[in-house]
């Protein structure tokens, strides 16, 4: 199963698979499943879930065909189809003064 992938900061994502697409293994693979699929190609450079609460880390956000992953009624548990698009992008904290 193939799934697009984008990336949305400075570490372009797709460098980590030689190409803009993933192809995913298994019978009914997850969004979570693809995600520690990242942060291990990565070597941990990209953290995407935090390993404490299995949760999105809170310095990333996730979009699934472009809806944000909190947004899917089973989260980081809904099933990938061949031709999803995740995106992985870092938040943006800008502080005031």
């Given amino acids: 199963m193939k799934i697009r992938l984008k990336s949305f900061f400075h570490f372009d994502i797709t460098r980590v ?9 298994g019978e009914r693979p997850t969004l979570r499943a693809l995600l520690q699929e990242v942060i291990q190609k990565s070597d941990g450079r990209i953290q995407v879930i935090e390993p404490e609460t299995g949760y999105i880390d ?10 944000e992953s909190q947004a899917l009624p089973q989260g980081l548990e809904t099933e ?5 698009e995740v995106g992985i992008g870092m938040m943006h904290f800008w502080g005031g003064g």
């Avoid at 809170?58 to 809806?67: I, K």
């Avoid at 990938?80 to 999803?84: I, N």
């Fill in 58 to 67: 809170t310095e990333y956000f996730v979009l699934l065909n472009g809806r």
């Fill in 17 to 25: 698979f030689d190409q803009n697409q993933i192809d995913l293994a």
């Fill in 80 to 84: 990938l189809h061949d031709g999803d």
